[in-house]
């Protein structure tokens, strides 16, 4: 039944749309023997089947976590998918050993109808897919560590590191080939041992040269290189793919079952009678291909072989998990450093328990191993049969005796009826009660964790510590800090799919299942038996959640239930958000439709058993501002006389409540390349943002800062300051205010009045100032800095065309001034420090405003594997979603295309459905999300002559587009609702540009 039973999916839903949407785990045992040691050693593999959906990432991410290794799994007839390329890098942060499976071979015989030359080809472009995509992860991650104010950084960086087992090569044997589905796999070992005696060599050599250029000399007894040259036929086509390939023709082709016997003699397997009975040609294939290379042998021995064991951590990895990167180690004390040593080598025996929960699992009561019925025993059997057998004596005795009683006694039975009736209403009223008992505890949540160090056993008594959690703080060591609390191991569980085996003690480097937590833990934890142990890095999630929808009950007086329900829901999914919109609707932010799907069908059937209303998915936009227009509509120059060239008139001069403090703004775009490279080093920004403890962080964040600062001040030249300013790009990266929003925006505060602004890059380093500190302390305007940022971070969180946030827009700080006086702080005007953040908020939204407005529209890139008879239908549906096609390239040895297509992701919903509707179903797309987008037209612009509409169509449908977008916005914000009002402000901007 493998392949077909899907033990893993446990999900009805899984098994209905075939595909994985939770990572389940299972532990395997195996004993077999590798090369110099004994056979019949015994190995414990701990596998979690992760989904290979996009919109289940997640589920990948809090995987990897626990995770020693990784196996990639990827489809010889489609290649390398953006999940497989997701899934690379994740693997590949994570420090994981990773192993390839290539997998589907036997498509490449039955369907594409290749020869064994043509697919040993595929294969090879194959596996150099694989091997680019590691190697472009390798390189830029390289290179982002690497100096650039150095002159030859780049090469001598490649250069100097050794990438040598970095890459897939089957002949270093971390390369399978197989047919998962008809149950068969192999490695170049495998068919080494088996020709090495023939070919009179050894299997050592064999193993290197089987795969790869090389063809058999057979007078000379030994490979040699330039088998395309010579026009030669490869070693791994001769002795490999033809025998395969010579298998599937007799069985699966010519179906001739006369010639099984001789096969299975040659091949040394034995066939049972009901084998050679068999009608089915694909059930032979897996009798004789799944005996002769049985896939399990072939994968475990390879994981055996290739994955390090969990005692085999290198210093790095534990650093990397234990400690957060933009931290000095000697800041922590010894109590802390010495769990280093415990956690690297993987201890059992060690009294430092480490434990990490990396998401936790909703379990139906009825799946845990207390509730479950025991199965009896021979003697408790035979027990059980004779109470049966005295109670059916008992009742045909008193049957006999109720024939002999007379019709008074008839009264006494009604009696007894009568109370029996009682008896039974009340309990059935006690069997109705028990139901709601039991729909208050459906679900419990077990921890999905990995010991790390020491052995944990049930009652045993742990801190609880928050991903905040600093040892190095003294206020956190103890229980009354907010990040650390005490919780009791209640039951322990090994996963085996879907059943839970209860278990008594589990030793360090296993996975296991830990029950009682569910109250202490939302999603993520680290657990330890001192409260010096540092909490675990975050995870590294591969997608960000960005298709929101609002939950509303059918019933509203369910609403208590959807409440409850949804608090279950953000616990058991890792990538869910769940949030309370400011109108009080109830949001949940997913990763894409099927993420939906799921949600709302769990929300339904298991946490909330409620029906719920779903609205139309909330999309997410930016607002920007563009430079003025070069050229109009026709593509002809627009000639700007000196006043319209004149800056001063976006400058913003507003001034507070009380006249005491002037303020002149003006906002500019920034560089394109300015934006990309804040937007790249955003979790860094939040990370440094969120130290607020006052430690220096280590000398390689300092380095990195120092380089960022570098390439800031490179896009900076750019940046257009239109006589405002004579300062240098180097000048203007360190005038730089503040980054917004929430300080680690894309969006900059740039200051070029007098006043000197705390620097933003020493702040970040945890840097004291003195020299500049000494000079605020005369300044007034110090005392109202924070009250000014807040101004910016307000508006920038917010914007004024639908209050989304903003990107890529600098404001310029020309002036500043506070006049000293005894109104300054007068009680008619309110506290001044609220007037300068009003004037600062309300300074910035003017300025934007002033400059030419746009949304930004996030997008999705869309893969699309596609059979070239169906390539226009779906190139119809792309282009009636506006979306742009940007390759479609033919896929080598097949009939198909691959296409790469960039689609906003308001156009995306029911994308999915609708192009293998038109497609009858042979096209699947793979959405992703990629970046933001400019929507490059005027939202306030609308055509108003027919001659506009006719000549300006496409332009007008882009306005148009533009608009409704920003108007579905302001609604769902509930910024207006009256259709009037709106036309009206309309038709008032639309006279005001036309004057």
């Known amino acids: 039944m493998a392949g077909k039973l899907r033990y893993l999916d446990t999900r009805q839903d899984e098994q209905e749309r075939g595909i994985t949407m939770k990572s389940s785990s299972i532990s395997l045992y195996y004993c077999g023997g590798m090369e110099g040691e004994k056979s019949g050693k015994e190995y414990l593999v701990n596998l979690i089947d992760s989904p290979g959906h996009v919109d289940f990432s997640s589920e990948v991410s809090t995987a990897v976590r626990l995770c020693d290794g990784a196996i990639v799994v990827?489809?010889?007839?489609?290649?390398?998918?953006?999940?497989?390329?997701?899934?690379?890098?994740?693997?590949?942060?994570?420090?994981?050993?990773?192993?390839?499976?290539?997998?589907?071979?036997?498509?490449?015989?039955?369907?594409?109808?290749?020869?064994?030359?043509?697919?040993?080809?595929?294969?090879?472009?194959?596996?150099?897919?694989?091997?680019?995509?590691?190697?472009?992860?390798?390189?830029?991650?390289?290179?982002?560590?690497?100096?650039?104010?150095?002159?030859?950084?780049?090469?001598?960086?490649?250069?100097?590191?050794?990438?040598?087992?970095?890459?897939?090569?089957?002949?270093?044997?971390?390369?399978?080939?197989?047919?998962?589905?008809?149950?068969?796999?192999?490695?170049v070992s495998d068919f080494a041992k088996t020709y090495a005696e023939r070919l009179e060599m050894s299997q050592t050599e064999l193993e290197q040269v089987l795969w790869g250029d090389y063809f058999y000399n057979a007078k000379k007894k030994c490979a040699i290189l330039g088998a395309q040259e010579k026009a030669k036929k490869p070693m791994f086509v001769q002795f490999v793919l033809e025998n395969i390939w010579s298998l599937y023709d007799i069985i699966a082709v010519r179906k001739d079952k006369e010639k099984l016997p001789i096969i299975a003699e040659k091949l040394g397997i034995k066939l049972q009678a009901r084998d050679l009975r068999v009608a089915d040609p694909k059930a032979q294939i897996k009798t004789v291909l799944g005996q002769w290379l049985p896939i399990d042998r072939t994968v475990l021995e390879m994981v055996v072989r290739h994955v390090p064991a969990p005692n085999v951590i290198s210093d790095e990895r534990a650093e990397r998990l234990l400690f957060p990167q933009n931290v000095e180690l000697s800041s922590y004390s010894k109590e802390t450093l010495v769990l280093k040593d415990d956690f690297k080598n993987c201890n059992s025996d060690s009294t430092n328990v480490i434990v990490y929960v990396s998401k936790m699992l909703p379990v139906h009561v009825s799946q845990l191993p207390q509730n479950k019925q025991k199965r009896l025993t021979e003697d408790e059997l035979r027990a059980k049969r004779e109470e049966v057998r005295r109670r059916i004596e008992e009742r045909r005795q008193a049957a006999e005796k109720t024939e002999m009683e007379n019709l008074t006694e008839g009264v006494e039975e009604l009696n007894v009826a009568e109370v029996s009736v009682v008896a039974s209403d009340q309990l059935e009223n006690q069997t109705e009660s028990k139901p709601e008992e039991v729909e208050k505890s459906d679900y419990v949540f077990v921890a999905f964790a990995r010991i790390f160090s020491g052995t944990l056993k049930p009652g045993m008594r742990l801190y609880n510590l928050t991903p905040k959690h600093d040892p190095r703080n003294k206020d956190h060591l103890s229980l009354d800090s907010p990040y650390v609390s005490e919780v009791t191991i209640s039951d322990l569980y090994m996963f085996m799919g879907g059943e839970l085996q209860a278990l008594d003690e589990v030793p360090a480097g296993n996975i296991v299942g830990i029950g009682g937590l569910d109250q202490d833990i939302v999603k993520t934890a680290t657990l330890s038996s001192t409260i010096n142990c540092t909490s675990f890095s975050e995870l590294n999630v591969m997608a960000t959640p960005i298709l929101r929808v609002a939950i509303e009950p059918v019933n509203p007086q369910d609403l208590p239930k959807l409440v409850k329900g949804l608090k279950l829901l953000n616990q058991a999914d890792a990538c869910v958000q769940v949030s309370v919109a400011p109108t009080g609707e109830h949001v949940i932010t997913t990763l894409g439709e099927v993420h939906v799907e799921k949600c709302v069908r769990d929300l339904e059937e298991n946490y909330g058993k409620i029906k719920v209303n779903v609205s139309e998915p909330i999309v997410s936009f930016r607002e920007t501002i563009?430079?003025?227009?070069?050229?109009?509509?026709?593509?002809?120059?627009?000639?700007?006389?000196?006043?319209?060239?004149?800056?001063?008139?976006?400058?913003?001069?507003?001034?507070?409540?009380?006249?005491?403090?002037?303020?002149?703004?003006?906002?500019?775009?920034?560089?394109?390349?300015?934006?990309?490279?804040?937007?790249?080093?955003?979790?860094?920004?939040?990370?440094?943002?969120?130290?607020?403890?006052?430690?220096?962080?280590?000398?390689?964040?300092?380095?990195?800062?120092?380089?960022?600062?570098?390439?800031?001040?490179?896009?900076?030249?750019?940046?257009?300051?239109?006589?405002?300013?004579?300062?240098?790009?180097?000048?203007?990266?360190e005038r730089i205010w503040a980054l917004g929003p929430r300080n680690c925006g894309t969006n900059i505060l740039l200051n070029l009045s007098d006043y000197e602004q705390p620097n933003i890059w020493q702040s970040l380093m945890q840097q004291c100032d003195n020299e500049n500190a000494t000079k605020a302390t005369s300044d007034v305007r110090r005392d109202y800095n924070s009250s000014f940022v807040n101004g910016f971070q307000l508006v920038t969180g917010a914007g004024p065309l639908c209050e989304e946030p903003m990107q890529g827009v600098a404001f310029v700080v020309l002036e500043w001034s506070v006049a000293l006086g005894e109104d300054l702080n007068s009680k008619s005007y309110g506290p001044f420090s609220g007037q300068v953040l009003t004037a600062s908020k309300e300074s910035c939204r003017m300025a934007f405003q002033a400059q030419p407005q746009r949304l930004v529209s996030p997008m999705y890139s869309c893969n699309i594997v596609v059979n070239a008879e169906v390539l226009g239908k779906m190139y119809a549906v792309i282009g009636r979603r506006h979306g742009k096609i940007l390759s479609g390239d033919l896929t080598q040895g097949s009939g198909n295309f691959s296409v790469m297509a960039i689609l906003p992701v308001i156009e995306s919903f029911n994308f999915a459905q609708e192009i293998r509707k038109q497609t009858s179903g042979l096209a699947c797309p793979q959405l992703v999300f990629s970046h933001w987008e400019i929507i490059d037209i005027d939202p306030?612009?609308?055509?108003?002559?027919?001659?506009?509409?006719?000549?300006?169509?496409?332009?007008?449908?882009?306005?148009?587009?533009a608009k409704v977008y920003m108007d579905s916005v302001r609604r769902r914000k509930g910024l207006y609702v009256d259709e009037k009002v709106v036309e009206h402000a309309e038709k008032q901007r639309t006279l005001s540009k036309n004057k």
């Open 940 to 961: 306030f612009w609308v055509p108003t002559t027919e001659e506009e509409i006719t000549h300006f169509g496409e332009k007008a449908d882009s306005a148009n587009r």
């Open 74 to 187: 990827v489809d010889v007839v489609e290649g390398v998918c953006p999940q497989t390329r997701a899934c690379l890098e994740q693997v590949y942060k994570e420090q994981l050993k990773p192993v390839l499976v290539l997998n589907k071979i036997d498509r490449l015989i039955m369907e594409m109808k290749l020869t064994p030359l043509d697919a040993y080809f595929h294969i090879w472009q194959i596996l150099e897919q694989v091997n680019a995509v590691l190697g472009s992860i390798f390189a830029s991650d390289v290179l982002a560590k690497e100096d650039i104010t150095k002159k030859d950084n780049y090469e001598s960086a490649l250069e100097d590191v050794d990438d040598s087992n970095l890459y897939f090569s089957p002949e270093a044997g971390n390369v399978i080939f197989c047919s998962a589905y008809d149950g068969w796999a192999f490695s």
């Open 626 to 733: 563009v430079p003025e227009a070069t050229v109009d509509m026709v593509n002809e120059a627009i000639v700007k006389t000196a006043t319209d060239k004149d800056i001063s008139k976006k400058i913003i001069t507003l001034q507070t409540a009380n006249k005491m403090s002037t303020l002149r703004i003006v906002a500019l775009p920034l560089p394109q390349a300015a934006v990309d490279l804040l937007e790249k080093h955003l979790s860094l920004f939040k990370e440094l943002a969120a130290n607020t403890k006052g430690v220096g962080v280590s000398e390689k964040y300092a380095t990195l800062i120092t380089q960022i600062k570098t390439q800031l001040s490179k896009t900076l030249t750019e940046f257009e300051l239109k006589g405002l300013s004579t300062l240098t790009a180097t000048e203007l990266v």
